[in-house]
Structure formats: structure tokens, C-alpha cells
């Protein structure tokens, strides 16, 4: 325990170093944190792993499936199997899309599946995160000091190397690029919660790092304009920006993140956006609920990862069963995220039920309910440096160029209060690495 204790405190002194901090608005003021390292790894064997990589690009075909035909024919919509009311309410829904294929018709490039683990050993899917999903650069820099403070430690164990996340993102750019141009990384700036990882993933690609009022458009093509002034032809554009400030003349008329007349580009097949624009609307926890018909719709398969017991009060049916069990289940706004927008039943005082319930009925639209599912604890050092349990999740990375690939780690993220299911890192919370083991 003296050595891992050793290793943590050295390594989340290295990323101090580093910088690699994860910043929180909260009342309008910007605080940058560390995001606490644990230096008891998450283990999962070879087995278990080759089930979640079979599970995981069955679901991010199905979603990329969605995407397309929500945009184009709208099948899934016609037959029934989502409601059409309930897909154009989403929020995530952008009616400018319609009509438009993304290059190589991809529109999840980089997905993040945030999964648990129940009592039982079962996986089960608690978000698809399909818009700007991030924390790869976590493990990514934590496995990088690991080595560094304690090099004995992968030559014992046998892990999956995670070093190649970044030659994965490159290789798929450069499959959407199809030579249009140079790959960049569009961030927000100095101020977003997750510059670090967008500064990292940068350097590991070998992307330039642009900012707002670095790309220019020109009869319908995208330029990054560099210090030298000089223009290069943009092909592809990992952005870092939700989709509603990426563009004023289309969008959001106000922003002054985003570069004017992007859409034009992008309608015109001259430069890829990864994410896709739209790609909101499969990221809306009440479409999440029918993600396991969309496999079935489109693959013809069983899913092989299951979602958590979920319930719509969209539905009668499952509108009376939250109203009557609304103590024991997690009550959650479709459009938050981050943790936020998430409320615990029993914690709740009756009158605070009673409001939730109100705000249920007015818009049943808003909210989807699940069950609380007991998952597993793993163990962290605590702050008196002793072996602790708490909740843990796993963020599941998976990118889709030419083929859908999932990285062989991962991002854990734990809860450092004992009481709490919740892990964001927006709520405090921590990580850990995650080890793939091959064997």
C-alpha cells in the first residue's frame, strides 16, 4: 500500500506539472482543479474486454445508422419504433441538417460510452456521449507518468498499451481529410474545462491547435490562418465547440467562437466536422432509451450490452410507474449534463418529490427515470492513505474512421464522497487508470 500511495502522490505531482487540470464554472466564476489521480488501477481481463469491444461498436453503428436516416429517409421515425414527436422535440435536433451527409457519411467520429458494472458482473449503458465527449487525455498522461515513477509496473503486469489513441484519432482524420487539407483541433480557448485535453490530443495528432478567429472561410472552403498569415486549406475540423456557437450566420447569432459560414463548407462536402452537427439528438437521454431498438431495427441483431432499466413518462405506462415509485428511482433532465440535472428519490424531502413530480407532468418530455443500479465498488487510497471503496464508472472511448475501433482503455472515474453515485469529474469526482489486460 506504501508504494501505491508513493505512486499516486508522484504522479498527480507530475501533472500539476503538466498542467493537466479539468476547470469548473460554478456561479460564474472559472476554477481550475486537478483532477485527483488513484493509483489502484481498474482491471479488466481479456475476456470481459473482447465482450465490451463487441458491444460497443454494435451500439455506435446503430447510432451512427440513426444519425443518417434521422437526417435523410427517416425510417426509424416512419415505422414507428421512435416517436416523431418525440425525436424533432430533442434539443439536439438541428433542422439544418437535414439533407446533409457528413464526409465518408460518418457522423459519430469519437463517441464515449459511459458504462457501470453491476453487482452481478453485467455491463450496462448509462449514456451515449456523442457530441464533444471527452477525458481520454487523463488516462493518457497518467499511464505516460506511471511509466516514469514506476517503469517495473508494465513489465509485471500484462496491459494493453494505451499510447495509441492519439495515431487513432490521426489515422481517422486523415480518413474524413481525404487529402482536402490539414487537420485541426478547434478549441474555445484558455478558459474551457477541458483546454488541457485539447492542447494534448493536439500534440499526440500532430493537429494545429486553432483558435477562435483562426479559421476563415472563402468560397465555401475552410482556412487556418497562422502566425505568418498565411493560408492553409483545412480538411478536417475536430472542434471543440457545441454545435450552436460554431457558426453565427447559421446558429447562434451571437457567438463569437465560431467561424461564419462554416455550414456553407460543411453542406458543401469541403471540409469534415468531427463530431457531426446534429449528432445531439442521439445524444438525448430520451433517445437513449431506444437505443436498443435501433439495434435491432438496423442490424438485426440482439444487443449485446444492455441499457440501465429505464423508464419515459412520455409513456403511460412509465409515467404512472415513476409518479408511484418516484422514491426509489434516479430522476435525470435529458439535456443536462456533467452530473447536472441528476436527483435521487430517496434523497429527496416529500415536498421536493411533490415539485419533481409537478415539473413531470408539465413536461414529460424532459425527463426519463431509471432504476438505481447498485454498481460495483472500487477500492482508492483515501486521504488517510488507506484502501477505500467507492463508486466507480468506466468511460469507453470509440472512434469511427474507415472502421469502428475502440481504444483499449478507458477513462474510470470514481466518486471520492463514500455516500455518492455520482462520479463527473464536474462533481468532484477522480480517476483511475484502467488496465486492459491481455491475458
Not at 138 to 162: C, E, G
Not at 307 to 329: G, H, R, S, V, W
Not at 408 to 414: C, E, H, I, P, V
Request: hydrophobic share 40%; charged share 25%; glycine share 8%.
Amino acid at each position: 500500500m506504501k508504494e501505491l500511495l508513493a505512486a499516486r502522490d508522484t504522479v498527480n505531482v507530475w501533472m500539476e506539472r503538466y498542467g493537466v487540470r479539468f476547470g469548473v464554472y460554478k456561479n460564474g466564476v472559472f476554477n481550475e482543479q486537478l483532477f485527483p489521480f488513484d493509483s489502484i488501477p481498474r482491471k479488466i481481463p481479456a475476456d470481459e474486454w473482447a465482450m465490451l469491444e463487441k458491444g460497443l461498436i454494435q451500439r455506435v453503428t446503430a447510432l451512427n445508422m440513426f444519425l443518417y436516416d434521422i437526417y435523410h429517409e427517416k425510417h426509424i421515425v416512419n415505422d414507428g419504433i421512435v416517436p416523431k414527436e418525440f425525436t424533432y422535440e430533442s434539443k439536439g435536433y438541428m433542422p439544418d441538417c437535414d439533407g446533409i451527409t457528413p464526409l465518408k457519411n460518418v457522423y459519430a467520429h469519437i463517441a464515449g460510452i459511459d458504462l457501470v458494472q453491476d453487482k452481478d458482473g453485467r455491463w450496462l449503458v448509462l449514456e451515449d456521449n456523442l457530441r464533444i465527449p471527452s477525458g481520454a487525455s487523463y488516462p493518457m498522461i497518467a499511464r505516460k507518468v506511471t511509466r516514469k515513477a514506476s517503469p517495473q509496473t508494465f513489465r509485471d503486469n500484462l496491459v494493453a498499451d494505451n499510447r495509441n489513441y492519439g495515431d487513432m484519432l490521426r489515422e481517422m482524420m486523415d480518413y474524413i481529410n481525404d487529402g482536402k487539407g490539414i487537420n485541426v483541433i478547434f478549441t474555445p480557448g484558455r478558459y474551457n474545462s477541458a483546454f488541457f485535453e485539447h492542447s494534448y490530443l493536439a500534440e499526440k495528432t500532430g493537429a494545429v491547435l486553432a483558435f477562435p478567429g483562426d479559421l476563415v472561410v472563402e468560397d465555401s472552403m475552410v482556412y487556418y490562418i497562422g502566425i505568418n498569415k498565411r493560408k492553409h486549406r483545412v480538411g478536417a475540423i475536430y472542434r471543440r465547440v457545441s454545435d450552436e456557437y460554431m457558426d453565427p450566420l447559421a446558429f447562434e447569432p451571437s457567438s463569437l467562437l465560431g467561424v461564419p459560414n462554416l455550414m456553407e463548407a460543411y453542406r458543401a462536402g469541403n471540409v469534415g466536422v468531427i463530431n457531426a452537427f446534429g449528432n445531439g439528438v442521439a445524444d438525448d437521454k430520451g433517445i437513449y432509451y431506444f437505443v436498443p431498438k435501433m439495434i435491432s431495427y438496423y442490424l438485426h441483431e440482439e444487443p449485446i450490452l444492455a441499457n440501465a432499466p429505464t423508464y419515459l413518462p412520455f409513456f403511460k405506462e412509465d409515467f404512472d410507474y415513476i409518479i408511484t415509485n418516484i422514491k426509489k428511482l434516479v430522476i435525470k433532465d435529458v439535456a443536462e449534463a456533467g452530473g447536472y440535472g441528476v436527483m435521487f428519490g430517496r434523497d429527496m424531502s416529500p415536498e421536493r418529490l411533490e415539485e419533481v413530480k409537478k415539473l413531470i407532468v408539465q413536461d414529460p418530455r424532459r425527463w426519463i427515470a431509471q432504476e438505481v443500479v447498485d454498481f460495483i465498488d472500487l477500492d482508492i487510497i483515501d486521504e488517510n492513505g488507506c484502501p477505500s471503496p467507492r463508486k466507480c464508472d468506466l468511460r469507453a472511448f470509440v472512434v469511427t474512421g474507415k472502421e469502428t475501433k475502440v481504444w483499449k482503455s478507458g477513462l474510470t472515474r470514481f466518486s471520492r464522497d463514500p455516500h455518492s453515485f455520482v462520479v463527473n469529474s464536474s462533481q468532484g469526482g477522480g480517476f483511475k487508470d484502467t488496465w486492459v489486460m491481455e491475458k
